[in-house]
C-alpha cells in the first residue's frame, strides 16, 4: 500500500479554509471514496505526491501537459522570460508571436484575441457570436461542457455529472432562458430547435469530441451537419476545443474532422499548461471585439508574458516534431486495445471509447455515444477501480466522466504496465 499520512494531514487542513477541501471539484474524490492526493512535483509522465509517491499520470493537468511534465525546453524557456518580469498590463511582443503562430497552424483562426482561461475564451466567444448576429439564443450540447459562465452551466458534463448536480444554484433562471440544450451525436434535436426557434439562435457550441462525458467521439455526419444547419439559419459554429485543441492533431479539431468553424476556443494547451485561454476565428466575425467593434471584452492579465512564452515553445515543438502525434495516438490505440481484450477475456460489463490521445473505460455494457447513456454508468465500480489502480501506480481522473490523456512523455512501457494492472483488477 503506498502511504498516505501527508495527504491525508493536508486534506484535513485544506477543508478547513478550502470549501471541500479542493479549489476544483474536479480533484475531489467524493464520487470514487477516499481522500485527494496533494502533488509535490512532476516529470515525464509521472507524478509524485507530498508522500513520495509515484504515479504514471493519466490526467496532464486536464490535457495541456502533451509534451510531457516539466519539460526541460520549456522551464529553461520561462526561466529566462521570468527575468524580464511577470507581468506588465501592456503589449508585449511574445502577444504577437503567439498570435501569429497559431494562425499560421490553424488555418480557421485568421484573428485571435487571448484571455486567461477557457472558461472566460468561451463565454467571450458566447457573446461576440451574439453581438455578430444579433441574436440572443445558443444551443449547446447535453454533458458538454464549455466552463462555469452562468448562461453554459445546463447539463454541463463532468464535474456535475460527478456531482449529481444538473446545474447550479446561483444561477439566475433568466441567465439560462436563451440557453437550448440539444443531444449529442443527433441531429434532428438540433434541427427541431432551429424550426422552432426560428432566426433567434446566434450559435451552436459544441465540444467536437465530448471529452466531459468521459470521451464520446462524434458519429459519422454529425459534425458537418451542424456546420449545414448552421450555415442554413446564419448561425455561427464555435468548436470548443479547449481539450482536442493540438491535442488530435496539430490543428486541433477542425482539422482532423476537416470542419471550419467559425469561432474556436482554447485552453491551457496553449500556455503549455499556465493558465491562459484564447478564442479566435473569421477576421469579419474577430473585427466586433473591443476596441475596434462593440463587444467588450478585457482582461488586465491576457497575453501574460510568462504564459506567453511557455505556449510558443510547446506550440513549436509539437509544430517542428509530427511524429509526436503518431506517438500518442498509437500508444491511445495500444491502451484501448489493452484492456477491450481484458473486458472481452473475462465478459466484463465495460465499454471502451477513444480517439486518438484520449481514452475512457466506462463501467457500462451499452454503447456510450451521448450524455444519457454515460450517465448509465455505474459510478460506484468505477471507484473500486479507480483506488486499486490509484493504489497501484496510475493517477486517473477520479470520476466515470474523466478522459484519459496520453503524453509524449509517456512510453510503450507505461502503457502495459497500466493495463496489467488492470487486467489484476478485472481477475
Same mark, same amino acid.
Given at each position: 500500500?503506498?502511504?498516505?499520512?501527508?495527504?491525508?494531514?493536508?486534506?484535513?487542513?485544506?477543508? %478547513?479554509?478550502?470549501?471541500?477541501?479542493?479549489?476544483?471539484?474536479?480533484?475531489?474524490?467524493?464520487?470514487?471514496?477516499?481522500?485527494?492526493?496533494? *502533488?509535490?512535483?512532476?516529470?515525464?509522465?509521472?507524478?509524485?505526491?507530498?508522500? /513520495?509517491?509515484?504515479?504514471?499520470?493519466?490526467?496532464?493537468?486536464?490535457?495541456?501537459?502533451?509534451?510531457?511534465?516539466?519539460?526541460?525546453?520549456?522551464?529553461?524557456?520561462?526561466?529566462?522570460?521570468?527575468?524580464?518580469?511577470?507581468?506588465?498590463?501592456?503589449?508585449?511582443?511574445?502577444?504577437?508571436?503567439?498570435?501569429?503562430?497559431?494562425?499560421?497552424?490553424?488555418?480557421?483562426?485568421?484573428?485571435?484575441? =487571448?484571455? %486567461?482561461?477557457?472558461?472566460?475564451?468561451?463565454?467571450?466567444?458566447? +457573446?461576440?457570436? +451574439?453581438?455578430?448576429?444579433?441574436?440572443?439564443?445558443?444551443?449547446?450540447?447535453?454533458?458538454?461542457?464549455?466552463?462555469?459562465?452562468?448562461?453554459?452551466?445546463?447539463?454541463?458534463?463532468?464535474?456535475?455529472?460527478? $456531482?449529481?448536480?444538473? !446545474?447550479?444554484?446561483?444561477?439566475?433562471?433568466?441567465?439560462? %432562458?436563451?440557453?437550448?440544450?440539444?443531444?449529442?451525436?443527433?441531429?434532428?434535436?438540433?434541427?427541431?430547435?432551429?424550426? $422552432?426557434?426560428?432566426?433567434?439562435?446566434?450559435?451552436?457550441?459544441? $465540444?467536437?469530441?465530448?471529452?466531459?462525458? @468521459?470521451?464520446?467521439?462524434?458519429?459519422?455526419?454529425?459534425?458537418?451537419?451542424?456546420?449545414?444547419?448552421?450555415?442554413?439559419?446564419?448561425?455561427?459554429?464555435? &468548436?470548443?476545443?479547449?481539450?482536442?485543441?493540438? +491535442?488530435?492533431?496539430?490543428? /486541433?479539431?477542425?482539422?482532423?474532422?476537416? *470542419?471550419?468553424?467559425?469561432?474556436?476556443?482554447?485552453?491551457?494547451?496553449?500556455?503549455?499548461?499556465?493558465?491562459?485561454?484564447?478564442? @479566435?476565428?473569421?477576421?469579419? *466575425?474577430?473585427? =466586433?471585439?473591443?476596441?475596434?467593434?462593440?463587444?467588450?471584452?478585457?482582461?488586465?492579465?491576457?497575453?501574460?508574458?510568462?504564459? =506567453?512564452?511557455?505556449?510558443?515553445?510547446?506550440?513549436?515543438?509539437?509544430?517542428?516534431?509530427?511524429?509526436?502525434?503518431?506517438? *500518442?495516438?498509437?500508444? @491511445?490505440?495500444?491502451?484501448?486495445? !489493452?484492456?477491450?481484450?481484458?473486458?472481452?477475456?473475462?465478459?466484463?460489463?465495460?465499454?471502451?471509447?477513444?480517439?486518438?490521445?484520449?481514452?475512457?473505460?466506462? &463501467?457500462?455494457?451499452?454503447?456510450?455515444?451521448?450524455?444519457?447513456?454515460?450517465?448509465?454508468?455505474?459510478?460506484?465500480?468505477?471507484?473500486?477501480?479507480?483506488?486499486?489502480?490509484?493504489?497501484?501506480?496510475?493517477?486517473?481522473?477520479?470520476?466515470?466522466?474523466?478522459?484519459?490523456?496520453?503524453?509524449?512523455?509517456?512510453?510503450?512501457?507505461?502503457?502495459?504496465?497500466?493495463?496489467?494492472?488492470?487486467?489484476?483488477? &478485472?481477475?
Amino acid at each position: 500500500m503506498m502511504k498516505t499520512n501527508i495527504s491525508e494531514s493536508l486534506f484535513e487542513r485544506a477543508v %478547513n479554509v478550502i470549501p471541500g477541501g479542493v479549489n476544483s471539484p474536479v480533484r475531489a474524490f467524493n464520487s470514487v471514496g477516499g481522500k485527494p492526493r496533494f *502533488i509535490n512535483k512532476a516529470k515525464g509522465a509521472y507524478i509524485y505526491d507530498e508522500d /513520495g509517491n509515484k504515479y504514471i499520470d493519466y490526467i496532464g493537468s486536464w490535457g495541456p501537459m502533451i509534451i510531457g511534465h516539466n519539460d526541460d525546453r520549456v522551464i529553461e524557456a520561462v526561466k529566462k522570460q521570468m527575468e524580464n518580469g511577470l507581468s506588465y498590463g501592456a503589449a508585449t511582443k511574445l502577444e504577437v508571436e503567439m498570435a501569429e503562430l497559431i494562425t499560421e497552424i490553424v488555418p480557421c483562426v485568421e484573428m485571435i484575441r =487571448m484571455v %486567461n482561461s477557457g472558461t472566460e475564451a468561451v463565454m467571450s466567444a458566447i +457573446r461576440l457570436a +451574439r453581438g455578430f448576429t444579433g441574436r440572443d439564443k445558443i444551443v449547446k450540447f447535453e454533458g458538454c461542457y464549455h466552463g462555469h459562465a452562468d448562461a453554459l452551466l445546463v447539463k454541463a458534463g463532468s464535474g456535475v455529472m460527478t $456531482e449529481g448536480v444538473p !446545474g447550479s444554484r446561483g444561477v439566475p433562471a433568466g441567465c439560462v %432562458n436563451d440557453t437550448l440544450t440539444a443531444v449529442y451525436n443527433d441531429l434532428n434535436s438540433v434541427e427541431a430547435l432551429f424550426n $422552432e426557434y426560428k432566426n433567434k439562435i446566434a450559435c451552436i457550441i459544441v $465540444e467536437p469530441v465530448a471529452a466531459n462525458m @468521459g470521451v464520446v467521439v462524434p458519429n459519422k455526419g454529425f459534425l458537418q451537419g451542424l456546420r449545414k444547419l448552421c450555415d442554413e439559419n446564419n448561425a455561427l459554429l464555435i &468548436f470548443d476545443e479547449v481539450i482536442t485543441g493540438f +491535442r488530435l492533431k496539430l490543428d /486541433g479539431a477542425s482539422g482532423y474532422f476537416n *470542419i471550419t468553424p467559425d469561432i474556436v476556443t482554447y485552453g491551457k494547451i496553449i500556455g503549455g499548461g499556465m493558465p491562459v485561454g484564447a478564442y @479566435g476565428g473569421k477576421k469579419e *466575425i474577430m473585427k =466586433m471585439v473591443s476596441p475596434v467593434g462593440e463587444v467588450y471584452q478585457a482582461g488586465t492579465l491576457s497575453g501574460n508574458p510568462i504564459a =506567453m512564452r511557455a505556449g510558443i515553445t510547446q506550440l513549436s515543438i509539437l509544430k517542428e516534431n509530427p511524429d509526436i502525434y503518431d506517438k *500518442i495516438n498509437s500508444l @491511445g490505440i495500444k491502451l484501448r486495445n !489493452g484492456i477491450k481484450n481484458i473486458i472481452d477475456k473475462y465478459n466484463i460489463a465495460c465499454t471502451v471509447n477513444g480517439i486518438g490521445s484520449l481514452s475512457c473505460l466506462y &463501467f457500462s455494457e451499452i454503447p456510450v455515444d451521448n450524455y444519457c447513456n454515460a450517465g448509465k454508468s455505474d459510478t460506484e465500480a468505477f471507484g473500486k477501480y479507480f483506488n486499486y489502480m490509484l493504489n497501484n501506480g496510475n493517477y486517473l481522473g477520479p470520476s466515470q466522466f474523466e478522459a484519459m490523456f496520453i503524453s509524449a512523455a509517456h512510453t510503450k512501457e507505461q502503457i502495459e504496465k497500466t493495463i496489467s494492472d488492470c487486467e489484476n483488477y &478485472f481477475k
